[in-house]
């Protein structure tokens, strides 16, 4: 036996005893008070940290028994083992006939909250600090996990140059709940600079070289920037690349240390340097670039040059060789020794002839159909647009085997074989292969009987519910694994973290049958014994508990416990929340959870810059008047401002501003989360004001204040109530359309509206979806009541559904109905018009006015461009003025859009080829399928407008192709669209001044101006995000 | 510990000695350790502070290892295993006619606690089979250093007119070997585990 083993053991083994001498009587151990009854039991002090009720039910020694000497060691083992107590000590008084036993503790301190504050330079920041000191919330606090922490700390600071910062903990302890919070003070303390950097060892190249790379000297002025961690960090990695740039592919770059100058307050770091000999990386038997041999051998990137990189090199090559068609490619490495400070690697190349994977057959599959398998598989036959020779190379065949082959076990086929034939030249086609899968599934195994043991505390039945090896199903070890993941999961969410599980398994009565047999061990149950919640500034405690989804006595279940964090995550006014069971692995049932929380800023400030380009409806920029629309550019600035957690109560205040050549927006909102403590429900209040020139007809103001209740019903379907009161109007000097239609639709209006919306989102990713259904309903009521000058009632839906087409093509489309119905309304007798600097009262057109023109402009339907119909600029489709030619809107609205999604190159670039068709239309009875627009009849220059019938009442349609380009805010979208039937019509053809000087009926004072035109065929739109 | 303090007409009859990690060893495993040592030992058990200190390292260690054993679940051997252990400790120690029951109280400790010290023993060496032997590795060449460093010198020394065989050795030398490099393995792994873990000596104990 070693030394250590008998170190551990007795002192000497058995067969070395020696003779014994007999020793002297000795003391025996404290047997006086060994077998007296126990008439007490008390605690010192009386207050203990364990629950009372568990405490007694703890000790093994029990009131009016024998005093054992085991059960008191026994005590004190387990009252230890709480993880309470720092110290215990029992003591024994004689009392009457027998003996009271007092235990008397020191209690333990466990870490709460960790603050650093003080004057802290950033690098590092108080998140970073606090994050060194290593002091887990929950954990036992002890001196030297704090000396550590300090030590920590400093040797950070240090790192960042900050040498001369200083470290004062201050302790808060919360004696109830044994928690002791620790606020750091910190004074970082002035940065010290860097300067030239001592260079060791065998640098084979000039000093300064390797000094101005690491860019710790201002080019300009030649100081020396302030030291930090990264700065340092960098500057090595700026001079490993130097090396790298050399070939010098093994040289070692370190950081000795830093030798830090109190007078200078400067730090000179100390580089060790070893270069090592120039290594020449060469492939032999085939054409690669360096760029792409720097790609896929790894000794550039790990700075280093070791069998185990070049054997990756070679195999990442082959992989290489292997997807561009080569699937016999063969690398193998040649080193050569270092002579004379050089060395070379040579990669040997055998790319063989090149293949394309023309066919993969698989057979004897009956249980998994062929596109089940397929879908499973790495190969992949040759395609136009993504793999031109095809995937394939005999490691992904080897894979692709295996899943088969894992596929079937994990559904009971046992004894599953899965063999591979591949031919070359297939059908006679020099270079064509194909692979022959052969599957022979064999029996399935099922189970016969499951027996389930040691559920005691929980349900049963419950828990059968959910397995999957239950009698008559397939029988796999995947199974079984899944089960245990299943069972244990249950149990850690009902407070039993020690449950365990094990299972065993014999043959059944019949053939390929098995009795299944689980065993759960269920442990001790862990209850909450409170929530204890730190680090609240503004936020008033109660948001905090009412958002708390465990409750004292619940069954400690991390999912709550993370669920919890979550909600108060979500909340959106904490930069940090941590949660923790304090002491886990103390013995006790009942156990305090902790959450920590780090308050966000109150306010956050947003300034963005941007610009929109393309076929847009108009704008100032625009040269020409364009009824039909024209390239354009608008330049925006958006600046935003939001205050979280007003009062203390989650809620938040935000001013949303953003300024364009085409429209100034001022929004003012305030946000109630979580309504009526309701998971399900929020309030907003909003305030907007709005001048929009979107439209080229005109720019609209509009004046709103809205509420809106929204309410979740499920995780895909939303309601949203809202009540909106705004007054709308068209600023006439911006009109385009003829001053005849002035009364009726640009009239300033007060709209009081009443909507409901209801979405339905059923997609696989909002952004990017693949697959599911997404649906809107919008129903708007104006009307007298609400204080409405206008009564009508407006509805819009869409569906959209997204479809996969096999597995790398997408089909999507969607469907969009509108329509706005007006009722009660009464056409002034005269309206005021301004043109210039006269004032005329046009009269209304007798006879009845159709309840469509009672809409105002801004309340009508302009649809058309990038997310509607692709033949159209934006806003551009529907009814348009007679006499200028500008979209005038409309009532009704039909769209329909349709999409061949598919990727295009690599994994982040997509295509679309698309078809949209749909119009705008005056009203639903106008709406028309047809697909012919009919010659305009008495429009002529000159002509009245009212002469004028055009026919702008039939459908659009549009194709084209987009490409998508994938970024983690979603994909950027182009697409050009060519319309088919582009409508014609008769309107102003001039520039904006032209139109201008025309004056109110400018057919009639520059007839010539006015022509026949219409939508231009090719459209163009640029933006973030799908299409639909 | 300042309530830790007997009270008047109360004796102190047990306290923790050391703390490692949740478990303790108290002032009366220390006191029970060092009889059965003695005991087995045949020697007057020592109650210095430098030998309770040096049995309470003792203890430590093998605390580190009994969480092991339970966190490994490894199988701990039966009682009755040391029943042979015991027979032949008492038959070489205590021929028959002598007082072993006198023996064992003199020493103040029970002939259960003695057997739990042997069983502690076998489960530490089936510990170190299962769990570093396996993983220590000698070579023909390190049996070759250490019979031409250690084992034939020795050999020659004691019998300079026989030749000295590598292979009358080997076997030996292997086990050796072995047996030596799992220790190290133990040790290091004792070393981590005390670094990995909260030890606490109450300092009041060892005076």
Known sequence: MGMVRTRLALSACLVLVSALSEPAALRAQSPKYEGQDIVNIQFVPVEQPVDPAELFQLLPLKRGQPLRMTEVRASIERLFATGRYTDIQVDAEPYSTGVIVRFLTKNSWFIGNVHAAGSILDHPNSGQLETATDLDLGQPYTDAKLQQGIDNQQRLLESNGLYGAQIHPVFAYDSQYQQVHVRFNVNSGPRARLTAPRLQGDLKMDPDRIIAATRWRRWFFQTWKPMTQDRVRLGLDRIRNLYLKENRLEAKVSLDSVDYDRETRSATPVVRIDAGPHIEVRTIGANLSQKTLRRYVPVFEEHAVDHDLLVEGARNLRDYFQRDGYFESQVEFKEQRVINDGASIDYLVNTGPRHKLVSIEIAGNRFFDTATIRERMLLQTASLLQFRHGRYSENLLTQDEQSIRDLYQSNGFRDVRVTHRTVDDYRGKSGDIAVFIQIEEGPQYIVDTLEVDGIEHLNKADILSALSSLDGQPFSEFNVAVDRDTILARYFEEGFPNATFEWSSRPGAQPNRVDLHFVITEGERQFIRQVLVSGLQATRPQLVYRNLRLNPGDPLSPTAITQTQRRLYDLGIFSRVDSAIQDPDGETSQKFVLYEMDEARRYSLAVGVGAEFARIGGCQTCPDAAPAGATGFSPRVTFDITRSNTWGMGHSVSLRTRASTLERQGLVSYAWPRFADSDTLNVSFTGLYEDSRDVNTFSAKREEGSAQLSQRFTKATTLFYRFTYRRVSVDQSTLKISPLLIPLLAQPVRLGLLSLNWVQDRRDDPIDPHKGIYNTLDLGLAEHTFGSQRNFLRFLARNSTYHPLGKRLWLARSTEFGQIYSFHYQAPACTPVTSGNITTCLPVTSGPTPSSEAIPLPERFFAGGGTSNRGFPDYQSGPRDPTTGFPLGGNALLFNQTELRFPLVGNNIGGVLFHDFGNTFANVASLSFRVKQHSPQGCSPGSAAQSCSEDFNYMVHAVGFGLRYRTPIGPFRVDLGYSINPPSFFGFKGSQQDLINAGVNPCAHTPTKCVEQSVSHFQFFFSIGQTF | ?207
């Open chain 2, 1 to 207: 510990m300042g309530a830790c303090v007997a009270l008047a007409g109360a004796e102190v009859i047990d306290r923790i000695a050391v703390s490692v990690g949740n478990a303790v060893i108290t002032a009366s495993d220390l006191d029970r350790e060092i009889r059965v040592t003695a005991f087995l030992n045949g020697v007057k058990p020592d109650f210095s502070s430098a030998a309770k200190r040096a049995t309470a390292d003792r203890m430590v260690e093998q605390k580190l290892v009994r969480r092991e054993l339970e966190l490994s679940r490894f199988p701990a051997p039966d009682a009755s295993a040391v029943e042979a252990e015991w027979n032949e400790f008492r038959k070489q120690r205590y021929p028959e006619g002598s007082p072993l029951e006198r023996a064992l109280a003199e020493y103040g400790i029970t002939e259960q606690e003695v057997k739990d010290a042997l069983l502690w023993q076998l489960t530490l060496l089936r510990f170190i089979e299962i769990r570093f032997r396996p993983g220590v590795q000698v070579s023909d060449s390190d049996i070759e250093e250490y019979f031409e460093k250690d084992v034939r010198p020795a050999a020659e020394a004691s019998r300079p007119s026989q030749s000295t065989s590598l292979e009358d050795y080997r076997d030996r030398i292997r086990e050796t070997l072995t047996g030596q490099r799992a220790d190290v393995e133990l040790d290091n792994w004792l070393k981590e585990a005390r670094q990995r873990t909260e030890i606490v000596f109450h300092e009041e104990v060892f005076q």
